[in-house]
């Protein structure tokens, strides 16, 4: 960009402010600490990787020229063991950094536990699928030698294979399956096929005889009511009423 109009560029002021403020030359360095680096090749300003490298390196040398220098000179230069520095950032600062740093460490760990966990569902896929191949092949052997071993029988002069061995299910390669055929007077879900409705044993004569008293005493259905409801025959009779009562009084006056 070129410069404005009312721009200064004052050079002999510039340097004699440069003199005010730079060392003398008669100083010790160890109060300046400067050193001098020479670059050994031109890098490219415009390549951000290429700088930063050049700036690292540079800074690693002077470190290695300096340490050196200090060593030869004799002056401490490393942090004593008792030496307490504030920290730049503040420990609230550094809380909300380590926080992030565990929830960024926690989220890779619950991806992992989850990638794990879709790794050991396929393995249990593969493994049941390979199970019900194992188990189908096995099934279909049975079947060809039971078939196999009823040829040999019926061409050694048996007429009918299944003489001495009943016929097996799953010939046919059918599966057992459950009969549809119904019981009269059992219905779908009686487990006991009926004979819970029918009764048996000691006790059910029993319980007849119980349910025989009840129904002479209670009833067993319909108007109930009116057994105990007062007629005009009841209403006079006074026989059933304070039975014992002379005898309290007289007990009383004594």
């Given at each position: 960009m070129e410069p404005s109009k009312t721009a200064i560029y004052n050079r002999e002021g510039l340097v004699e402010k440069l003199e005010d403020i730079s060392?003398?030359?008669?100083?010790?360095?160890?109060?300046?600490?400067?050193?001098?680096?020479?670059?050994?090749?031109?890098?490219?300003?415009?390549?951000?990787?290429?700088?930063?490298?050049?700036?690292?390196?540079?800074?690693?040398?002077?470190?290695?020229?300096?340490?050196?220098?200090?060593?030869?000179?004799?002056?401490?230069?490393?942090?004593?063991?008792?030496?307490?520095?504030?920290?730049?950032?503040?420990?609230?600062?550094m809380q909300k950094v380590k926080g992030k740093l565990l929830a960024q460490k926690r989220q890779i760990e619950e991806a992992e536990e989850r990638r794990k966990a879709r790794e050991a569902k396929r393995i249990a896929k593969e493994v049941q699928a390979e199970k019900l191949k194992e188990r189908a092949k096995q099934k279909k052997q049975e079947i060809e030698e039971v078939k196999k071993w009823r040829k040999q029988r019926q061409q050694s002069g048996f007429k009918d294979g299944k003489d001495s061995m009943p016929d097996l299910g799953f010939e046919d390669g059918k599966a057992f399956e459950r009969s549809s055929k119904k019981r009269p007077g059992v219905s779908p879900g009686d487990r006991s096929g009926g004979?819970?409705?029918?009764?048996?044993?000691?006790?059910?004569?029993?319980?007849?005889?119980?349910?025989?008293?009840?129904?002479?005493?209670?009833?067993?259905?319909?108007?109930?009511?009116?057994?105990?409801?007062?007629?005009?025959?009841?209403?006079?009779?006074?026989?059933?009423?304070?039975?014992?009562?002379?005898?309290?009084?007289?007990?009383?006056?004594?």
């Open positions: 060392w003398p030359e008669n100083v010790d360095w160890m109060h300046k600490l400067c050193l001098d680096i020479d670059q050994e090749k031109e890098v490219d300003v415009n390549d951000d990787l290429a700088r930063e490298l050049a700036f690292y390196t540079q800074a690693l040398e002077g470190t290695r020229l300096a340490f050196d220098k200090f060593q030869s000179m004799g002056l401490p230069f490393l942090r004593p063991p008792d030496y307490y520095a504030e920290m730049v950032k503040t420990d609230a600062h004979k819970a409705k029918q009764g048996g044993g000691k006790g059910n004569n029993k319980n007849k005889k119980n349910r025989e008293f009840r129904d002479s005493k209670f009833g067993f259905g319909g108007k109930k009511g009116m057994k105990k409801q007062n007629t005009a025959e009841t209403t006079n009779d006074f026989r059933a009423f304070n039975k014992g009562g002379a005898a309290g009084n007289k007990k009383r006056k004594r």
